[in-house]
Every structure is written in structure tokens, then in C-alpha cells.
């Protein structure tokens, strides 16, 4: 390789901002996780100081996380860290609705333990979670970081800006995504394959809305693509599988796509 190769990557590297690895910080999300949700690990018990204590090396892990990423200067990042584990009660309420919401809906669903476990919505959800309160406390790259690292292991790709509310509901997932500017109320159920997505990717976009608003109590089944950030889903409404959505749908609407299916009958000769 050439020499002006080598110059390029060095001169590159000198301009990198230092952030900690995304292993490192997946880690520390998933470390939390196993703390407030001890179905996660394999022996979860501790005493009631040695609780405190893992709560306090968190909110310390974090701080020491953020004063690696030199992005953001000015950042008073103890009281970013102190912030985020005081609303952490918060949070941990919301997920648990999400919880709540799979067991309720999926006859699949068998416990909270499995929900905890193994539903790759719940991950997703929950990272978003994490990242979206670290987006609001203006914390840069980190909160994107950590919604890729469960896109990368869930197939749910949910934007750490979209804003979310509780009860949030997602069956199988594979494929789902979830755009920046999306808005979606409460007891909202996605199904895999699901896009709430841009009618254009224009850069001129960027800080305006972009995709759509869900409202409560509306269930989106796979495959269907809703696009727009003046397209609003009504309160109430079932959009079907495969249905293509740029317009606004009244509160307690049905849409589905309607496809002609012919079954013919091949006659067995012997």
C-alpha cells in the first residue's frame, strides 16, 4: 500500500472523537438491565447494601463513560449520570408496562420471566428506553449506539429520538423500525415487519417531523409501511398486514390491503 494510505489513516485517526468502544458501552447497558431485572442472570441475589452498592458503580461507570467522550466539552457528566439514575424508578415503571402489554397480548407468553428472557421486543424496547433518556439529557452518540447494538441483535431498529409511550407491544419484531420524529402513544401493538418511516430522505429534513404519530390503542400488523410526518394513525384503529399508508386515518378506522388470491386445484393423474 502507498504511503499517502498510510497518511490518510493516520491523519483520520488524529480526528476521531474518543468514545468508549460499543462493546463497553452495550456492556454497561446490559449490566443495568441485569440489575433491575434479576431474571436476567444467572444467580441474582444480593443483599439489600450490596444492591446500593452496584447502583452507586453504575451511576459511577457511567459518569467515567461519558468523561471518555470528550464530543461533549462542556458536559457536567456527574450530574448527567446523578440525573439519570434518579428518573431510573421511572423508567423501570415504563418497561415494566411493557412487560405488562406482552403478557397480556401474546397467548404465547408464559411469564414475565420469559418475557425478561427471551422476547427480542423487550430487549429492544428497553435499550430504546435507556438511550432515549440519555438522548434527553443531551448526551451525544451514546443513545444511538445503543439502539444499533439492539437493532444488531433483535432486527428492531428504533430510533432513540422517537418518542414512545407505555405499554408499547411488540410481537416478533424481526424488521420493525421506527423512524426519529415518530410519536406513539400508549397500549400500541407492532407486529414484525412494521415501518414508521420518512416519505423522503432529503438532508434539507434533518430537525423537522418526519414520520408519523401513532395514537393510543392501535394495533399495526406486519408488513405494513405508514410514511409521513403529517400522517397521523387515529386512536383505536387496526391497519392491516401490507397496507401502504402516506395519509391520516380517523380514530377507530380499519385498513386493509385488499389482494385477489386464486387457489387452483391440480388434479393428480396416475
Known sequence: MSEDFYLHIYDKQQGVEAVPSNQVLATWALNLMDLIYPERSTNPKYTLTEIRRLFMDMERQ?????????????????SVSSK??????????????????????????RSEFEIIRTYPGFLA???????HALLKADVPFIPRILTEYAHSQTGIDIHPGAEIGEYLYIDHGTGIVIGETTVIGNHVKLYQGVTLGALSVEKYMANTKRHPTIEDHVIIYSGA????????????SIIGGNVWLTKSVPPHSTVYHQSAIKVIETKHRD
Do not use: H, W
Request: net charge negative.
Open 62 to 78: 457511567l459518569t467515567q463513560i461519558l468523561d471518555a467522550t470528550k464530543a461533549c466539552k462542556n458536559c457536567n457528566n456527574e
Open 84 to 109: 439519570f439514575f434518579k428518573g431510573l424508578p421511572e423508567l423501570y415503571r415504563k418497561m415494566n408496562t411493557d412487560i405488562a402489554s406482552i403478557l397480556s397480548g401474546d397467548p404465547a407468553a
Open 125 to 131: 424496547i428497553s435499550l430504546y428506553r435507556i438511550a
Open 225 to 236: 409501511t405508514i410514511l409521513g410526518g403529517e400522517t397521523v394513525i387515529g386512536d383505536n
